[in-house]
Structures are given as C-alpha cells and as structure tokens.
C-alpha cells in the first residue's frame, strides 16, 4: 500500500513514532538507490528545497525541482495530469502547494501510485513540525521524543498551518500547548489538522494574552505575521498583532531554561526581534538542521523502513 505523508493527523501514533526513529537513526545510501523524487513547488522556500534535496541525496536518490512557472497547477495544466504525468517516472512527490485539496486530487487521479509528502499547503506543514518535535526532544529529552510529555510551548502570533501541525503533533505526545493570539489570528476548529480535535494526553489552550500564554512555558514559538499573498495585508496585520511581539520582555515571562522557535524566515523587528533571535535561548538554526532530519524519517518511512 502506497505511504502519503500530508498531514500529521492522518497518521497512527505508532506511524509517528517510526518516522521520528527513522529521522535520527543510521542509515545507509541505498534507500532510494537509482529513484528520483520530484519536488514541485508551488510556493518557493530556501529551507525546504535544501533540506528536501539533501535528504533524497543522502538516502541515494536524486531529486528533480519543478516550479510554479513549469508546471502551473490548474493553469498551464490540471493537477489531475500533473500528478498523472509525475507517476510515469517517479514514486514520490513532494510538494509545497496553495491548496490542500491538490493531495486528494492527484491520489484519485494517479490510482494510489504516487506517495506524497506535503511540503507545506495553506492547511498543514507537518515536515516542519516533525523538525521541531525533534528540536525539542534534543532540548529537553535527550533526543528521546516520547520524553516530551508534560513540557509546556507557547505560540504566540498568527496562527498559521505551521501552528496547526504542531500543535497536533505535540498534543499526542503529551504536551501541554498554549495559543496567544489576537480575535481573527486565532485557531478555529475544523479543517484537514485540527488541534481543536485533537485527542491526545497533551492539553490544548487558546487565548488573547501574549504575557500570560509565555508565563512559565519551556518553549516560546512565533512564525511571521506576514506570510506569502498576504503583502497588501502587511500594515493591518502589523498593527493588529503589535502586541504579540517575541521580545526580551516576552522571554523573560517564560522560563529561565526556556527556548525559542521560529519556522524562519523571520520578518525582524515584526513578529520577533534580532535580540531574542539572535540570542542564547534561540533554536532556529537547530530547527533548520533538523528540517533534513524530518524528511530522511518521511521518506525511509515511505519506503517502508521500520
């Protein structure tokens, strides 16, 4: 049966846990051996193209990058006949689309062929919470994720697909998850990763006060406030979530202990500031190592690796 890696929701715990195994374990250069993945990328990215190219790399296959311009998902051509056209010559498709419904639709048109990874969609980014899953566990658990039960991460900010996949992945390992966030930037029930519907033994909080939602957290996550197709929104949004900046001041309601994340890129001086970024509690450049580490796991975990 052909693996897809879409959403962290979809998958068992027990799925989950081999590929956070599989992220960090040896492995040889022989997993994929002689096998392309294309990479299509609807949205451009410098962290996932590199860490999805140097992961095929390493496992011994070679990956084909395929852009906005190139393939042009329901403009040059259907994505029924992308995703048919892409199951001729390769086994895998990772991709970082707009739309969430581009899964569903090429795994009915390519008959279950074509494994899929989910690179990014306006719904989920569960290659990114998978690498901060185990940036955490290296923090906090010896690299151990099923050590992370009782921790305490606060996002603060937008809340973006990145937050939804986190949050659904922290929550069945037992962490406790706290959301600040202004009334229109919060999380609402629904959608294909729904923290809101996630039953797990982590506890799941939602709230309007930054100070308050950072008061004693381990971990203190932000994304940007102004993600891709949202630039017209830019002054709104600045002055909507002022409040939600990540800075000194924010850090220090945390715990002394406590580490920062960020998904990157980061917009300084909006969501977070170079003082806080740049300085001794920050994990990012962790959380970028660990972007490779997440997908050598999703992809021997699609091959079948145990």
Request: hydrophobic share 45%.
């Amino acid at each position: 049966m052909t693996r897809h890696f879409t959403t962290i929701e979809e998958l068992r715990d027990e799925e989950l846990a081999a590929i956070y195994a599989l992220a960090t374990s040896p492995f040889d250069d022989e997993t994929l051996q002689g096998q392309g993945v294309a990479l299509v990328f609807e949205r451009p990215s410098l962290r996932t193209r590199a860490s999805s190219s140097a992961a095929v790399f390493e496992l011994g296959g070679y990956a084909t990058f395929f852009s906005d311009e190139e393939i042009g998902l329901d403009t040059r051509e259907s994505v029924e006949d992308v995703g048919r056209t892409l199951a001729e010559t390769y086994a895998i498709a990772a991709l970082r689309v707009r739309r969430h419904e581009v899964f569903a639709r090429i795994r009915a048109a390519t008959a279950e062929r074509l494994a899929l990874i989910n690179l990014l969609s306006h719904a989920a980014h569960p290659t990114q919470a998978v690498a901060d899953v185990l940036t955490i566990a290296d923090e906090f658990a010896n690299g151990d994720v099923t050590g992370l039960a009782g921790l305490r991460v606060t996002y603060v900010g937008d809340a973006t697909n990145v937050t939804r996949s986190l949050a659904v992945a922290l929550l069945r390992l037992g962490v406790d998850v706290t959301v600040a966030a202004p009334d229109g930037y919060q999380l609402t029930s629904g959608g294909d990763e729904d923290p809101t519907a996630t039953n797990g033994p982590g506890t799941l909080r939602l709230g309007a006060d930054a100070r308050d939602a950072v008061e004693g957290a381990d971990v203190v996550y932000t994304d940007a406030w102004v993600s891709m197709g949202m630039e017209a929104e830019t002054a709104q949004r600045r002055a909507d979530l002022a409040n939600f900046q990540v800075n000194a001041t924010l850090m220090a309601a945390a715990k002394p202990s406590a580490v920062l994340l960020h998904c990157l890129p980061a917009h300084r001086g909006d969501e977070i500031t170079d003082e806080v970024l740049d300085g001794p509690q920050s994990r990012v450049w962790r959380q970028v190592y660990h972007r490779r580490s997440a997908m050598v796991g999703v992809l021997r975990w699609i091959k079948g690796e145990s």
